[in-house]
């Protein structure tokens, strides 16, 4: 039995237990303390364009219905049949007007109303035994959707999301509003890795110590413009809101040639001018930093790449993934992973972009390959008695005496918001890890509490703590 109030006072000093990344009581928490109130990303609206498009996304065990009902609403509807629980949906994604359960086929509408029910006088004595209005599949407790991000939480009183993104807003926009009609998404690719869902989002947030040794072979090949995988160190970090990420260091030169630089064609650039804010064009064009990997915690991820994608050419050409790192359990994580673009990019653009993603990331990417084999092998190594022992040195940039304390850059220095950096430390991971502590210390709501019940007769569900009313999506 691991005492859990160690376990985490050992995390706010920066020191990892080892055990915390292969370890099922820990797993457990994360379900009843994390998993259960965090706002968790399940789909992008452009996944479902048009009324009666739908995908279905899990979270943890949950599966959801993620639809766009007639009236063009998104709902995120609980796929189990309000019968005898069988899972209403079993496709993966579609477009229907209705959703049939294969059981005994009560069917619902894509907004998870109920209409149809077999027998409906035989079996239950019409609508006075059993009152089929107001009845739904149950809705996802809370939903929030930002520049087409569609999160749900399963907390009903959870904050409201834009104010869980806070600064974080700030970077989401380079990746997913490159223009007023934001990004589309291919995929996802969806594969499980044998390692702890927590390794990839800390990577992810801010691990620009580990390119010059896990990704040496991808920068000697030439995937990149820069000779040396060290240059990782004069970009930025970041930590901002409730997430982080890291930046490049960019070579002298004005707001259009740096974004050139890395790729971006110029009727790219000029929809980029109209839509960030000056804020948003300074960190480019005054500071000369491009965004790159980031984290949204608790387990969302981004990448910002430019690889070269013809072998004889030096052009580069820009990519943006968005990840999930979903747990199946302490020791194995569902990868999803999209290629995201700008819907108004040319379709050649669009075409070498997906190429440049399909190089380096997603289930063949270079890096992806790279990068799995250290968090398998990490989280094997973490489940055994030693493992126990250990306290992991997740300190760097705080090293006393001299060593390589790293200050925050001036408002003069970066313009961005958040707390930002230059060069290597652990910052950001330290801050995944303080949230993630934050939530296991504090007790979850009793489950009678969230319980919901199918009242036979009435037109509502009963005992709810749970909003039935449409959601309302955040702007
Ligand atoms: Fe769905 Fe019976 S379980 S209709
Ligand atoms: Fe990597």
């Not at 376990?7 to 000093?13: I, P, S």
């Not at 999160?151 to 490159?178: C, H, N, R, V």
């Not at 991808?218 to 409730?242: H, Q």
């Not at 007769?457 to 009313?469: L, Y």
Request: charged share 25%; aromatic share 10%; net charge negative.
């Amino acid at each position: 039995m691991t005492d859990q109030s160690v376990v985490l006072q050992d995390v706010r000093q920066g020191m990892i237990p080892a055990h915390i990344y292969n370890d099922k009581e820990i797993f457990d928490l994360e379900k009843e303390r994390l998993f259960s109130r965090s706002w968790l990303f399940v789909a992008h609206e452009s996944e479902v364009p048009e009324t009666g498009d739908y995908v279905v996304r899990r979270v943890l065990e949950d599966s959801f219905i993620i639809s766009r009902d007639e009236m063009g609403e998104i709902r995120a509807l609980f796929n189990m049949c309000l019968h005898r629980g069988m899972q209403v949906c079993r496709a993966e994604m579609g477009n229907a007007s209705h959703f049939r359960c294969p059981y005994h086929g009560w069917s619902y509408r894509n907004d998870g109303r109920i209409v149809g029910l077999p027998f409906h006088q035989e079996a239950f004595g019409g609508e006075e035994g059993f009152r089929k209005k107001g009845q739904t599949l149950l809705p996802a407790p809370s939903l929030g959707i930002y520049n087409g991000l569609i999160f749900i939480s399963m907390d009903p009183d959870a904050q409201p999301l834009e104010d869980f993104l806070g600064d974080f807003k700030f970077y989401l926009d380079y990746y997913t509003k490159q223009s007023t009609d934001g990004i589309e998404l291919r995929g996802p690719q969806r594969w499980r890795i044998k390692a702890n869902w927590k390794i990839g989002a800390e990577n992810f947030a801010g691990d620009m110590y580990h390119t010059p040794q896990t990704h040496t072979s991808v920068v000697e090949i030439g995937l990149f413009r820069e000779p040396k995988a060290e240059k990782r160190k004069d970009g930025t970090t970041y930590w901002a809101g409730n997430g982080g990420g890291t930046t490049y260091k960019l070579p002298e030169g004005s707001l259009e040639d740096r974004l050139r630089y890395v790729g971006y064609p110029d009727d790219m650039i000029e929809r980029m001018k109209e839509q960030w804010s000056q804020q948003q064009l300074d960190v480019i064009g005054k500071d000369g930093f491009m965004i790159s990997a980031a984290s949204l915690f608790p387990n969302m991820s981004f990448v910002h790449n430019w690889p070269r994608v013809e072998e004889d050419s030096d052009e580069v050409l820009p990519f943006i993934s968005i990840r999930q790192w979903q747990p199946i359990s302490e020791n194995e994580t569902e990868v999803l992973s999209w290629f995201a673009v700008d819907k108004n990019a040319s379709e050649e653009y669009k075409a070498l972009s997906y190429k440049a993603y399909l190089m380096c990331f997603g289930s063949g990417g270079m890096f992806e390959q790279d990068d799995v084999e250290n968090w398998v092998s990490l989280t094997n190594t973490a489940a055994g008695s030693m493992a126990r022992r250990l306290l992991l040195n997740g300190r760097m940039g705080l090293l006393e005496n001299g060593g390589n304390v790293v200050e925050p850059l001036t408002p003069e220095q970066y313009s961005g918001p958040g707390s930002t950096r230059v060069g290597y430390s652990e910052y950001n991971q330290r801050e995944l890890l303080l949230r993630w502590a934050d939530h296991l210390e504090r007790p979850a709501r009793a489950a009678a509490q969230l319980h919901v019940g199918v009242d036979p007769v009435s037109a509502a569900p009963a005992a709810c703590a749970t909003e039935t009313a449409p959601h309302t999506a955040a702007a």
